[in-house]
Antibody, heavy 119, light 109 residues
Framework: QVQLVQSGGGVVQPGTSLRLSCAAS????????MHWVRQAPGKGLEWVAV????????SYVDSVKGRFTISRDRYQLTVFLEMNRLTAADTAMYYC????????????WGQGTLVSVSS | SYVLAQPPSVSVAPGQTARITCGGN??????VHWYQQKPGQAPVLVVY???DRPSGIPERFSGSHSGNTATLIISRVDAGDEADYYC????????????FGGGTKLSVL
């Protein structure tokens, strides 16, 4: 069964850090680029970050550059999002999703994990 | 950065056909994908590459693409189709290449 299972997240104070995980199963993890997409409360979807299938290429939305780091572990079949210097604007549901080529659809999504940044 | 424009809401009576549009500059040369998101759930892909359906998605869901507009078409709408729908594409010339439309709330009257 193809699935992405997310963990991490929670309520944190501004300026702190958090790491999200997304564990893959049921497919050849190394063949897919992995993305993080977020959704602020009551808002639409926003692409956040991508890591290439071999981990060599990474890209971020401007608002998280220098604060967030995406990585992947080919043995644990997991993609991570390390989030530093969190602000209230980062409060959102975070989803991981897979994609083979850049112009493909996100055909499988994780269940989502909530990040709430509040003092 | 590239912008995809969707109407905030569309309403349709049960059994009728819903059309949700997604407009963007030079969208005709790009593959457009559509997602359905119900409250409290992750998005689900319902149409990819303009008009193809993933396995398990009913034939009632289809897509079209003309000029600067892509359209998600849901025929014989029922209450279970009430959800938010997002279009998405990849714009290779953009700093933020993976772009989503703002979403459309489909209400079944």
């Amino acid at each position: 069964q193809v699935q992405l299972v997310q963990s991490g997240g929670g309520v944190v104070q501004p300026g702190t850090s958090l790491r999200l995980s997304c564990a893959a199963s049921g497919f050849t993890f190394g063949s897919y680029a992995m993305h993080w997409v977020r959704q602020a409360p009551g808002k639409g979807l926003e692409w956040v970050a991508v890591i290439g299938s071999d981990g060599s290429e990474k890209s971020y939305v401007d608002s998280v550059k220098g604060r967030f780091t995406i990585s992947r572990d080919r043995y644990q079949l997991t993609v991570f999002l390390e989030m530093n210097r969190l602000t209230a604007a980062d409060t959102a549901m975070y989803y991981c999703a897979r994609m083979i080529t850049p112009y493909d659809a996100f055909d499988v999504w994780g269940q989502g994990t909530l990040v709430s940044v509040s003092s | 950065s590239y912008v995809l424009a969707q109407p905030p809401s569309v309403s349709v009576a049960p059994g009728q056909t819903a059309r949700i549009t997604c407009g963007g500059n030079r969208i005709g040369g790009k593959s457009v994908h559509w997602y359905q998101q119900k409250p409290g759930q992750a998005p689900v892909l319902v149409v990819y590459d303009d008009s193809d359906r993933p396995s398990g998605i009913p034939e009632r869901f289809s897509g079209s693409h003309s000029g600067n507009t892509a359209t998600l078409i849901i025929s014989r709408v029922d209450a279970g189709d009430e959800a938010d729908y997002y279009c998405h594409l990849w714009d290779s010339g953009s700093d933020h290449p993976w772009v989503f439309g703002g979403g459309t709330k489909l209400s079944v009257l």
